[in-house]
């Protein structure tokens, strides 16, 4: 079997077709670089099917390959997928400890310590007022400064009460916006089985979806910071997607299941949830301890009850000046004595210990979020240094690619050059 004349021609065409495809694929990089969550692709190359020549094609007698010039393999995406899964674990790690160290920053704000308005500020001024009150028994202005101090430190104990419930009552809201039909959950999922069909359809007719794939992987990486997520690979381009360790797949190629009962959130959900249902509510027990530990203590050494209540929503001061007294008999402070005593006990120190729990929980928190986000964005530089787009990079492979477009239409010239002599100029010798 010969070799047609033209031959030549499609070779030289098949690397001028190479060659701009790949032109291309550069351009598409250079357009993108600045897109987030974008991945570089690159033309991978490949030789066509040689032409099998038969025995006798060849001046020793022997048959030959002789080659066909370039295909296009394949558009790959240039994308490490255990750099994914290191990511997603710390994207989870890092939506936890933002959103805890947020929401414990407020509750720190809450207390205002130290400071002259905090509740410890109050309560020490109370026991004040009670030792300035046994020094002077029989003193009016004595006795409504106690009167005001008791009012003062029950408003903050309710103060502080309330603001914790409120933060309380705002992250369980948001646990639960994120939950919600119009949540984002919600709306990942369902573009995450509508990437699936779409991306195995492709797959499945020999494309490759890569912009596609972006995409998915992106809305992924959103998902993980939400909460725990688990991906399997479904084969023909589809996944199945698992969310929070609830029993169904989130996502099951293109079938979405929400809402559902997840039973190990982590991240951003799993703190919300801890912080509405677990932390907090702990928090308000300790001031409930405080409030039923002052009232206590003061009502059991004072005649008449000096605050109503046990709890820190509840405790008010029912002492009025008139009703106060300093001893059991005029001239005398035993009882003022006594209270001011409890300057420092169990309810002064159980305070304090709160505030101490408070402020290192925070600062743990706050300790965490630096770290998690610092190895966070160490994981992000490595992947953008294997996914993301180098300029420098893409203007060294435009210029390889344009030169060898202009030495594929050089052989196609030299080619048609030659065909032209064949063609035109065979049998006019001498004319």
Known sequence: ?????FSGLNLALSALQAQQRALDVTGHNIANAGVEGYT??????A????LELP????QSGAGALLGQGVDIQQLRRVRDSFLDLQVRAQQLAAGGERQTASVLGQVEGLLQEPSDNGLGAQLSKF???WQQLAANPESTAAKEAVAGQAATVADSLRRVDAGLA???????AQATALQGPDGPIARIAAELGTLNGAITQHVEAGRSPNDLLDRRDALIDQLSAIGQVSVTDLGSGSLRIS?????VPLVDGTTVTWPQAVTAPGGQLGALMTLSTTTIPDYRARLDAVASTLASQVNGVHPTPIFSGTTAATITSVATPASIVAGAAPGTSEIAAAVAGFRGGAAHTGYADLVARIGGDTAKANAGKATAEAVLAQLHERRQEVSGVSLDE????????????QAAARVMSTMDEALDTLINRTGRVGL
Do not use: H, K, W
């Open 1 to 5: 079997m010969g070799v047609s004349s």
């Open 40 to 45: 570089r692709q690159e033309a991978v190359f």
């Open 47 to 50: 030789a066509r099917p040689a």
């Open 55 to 58: 025995q006798g094609a060849l």
């Open 127 to 129: 026991f004040t007022a």
């Open 166 to 172: 409120a933060v309380a009552t705002d992250a369980a």
């Open 243 to 247: 969310f929070g360790g609830a029993a």
């Open 394 to 405: 893409e203007m060294t492979n435009m210029i390889r690619f344009q030169r060898g477009y």
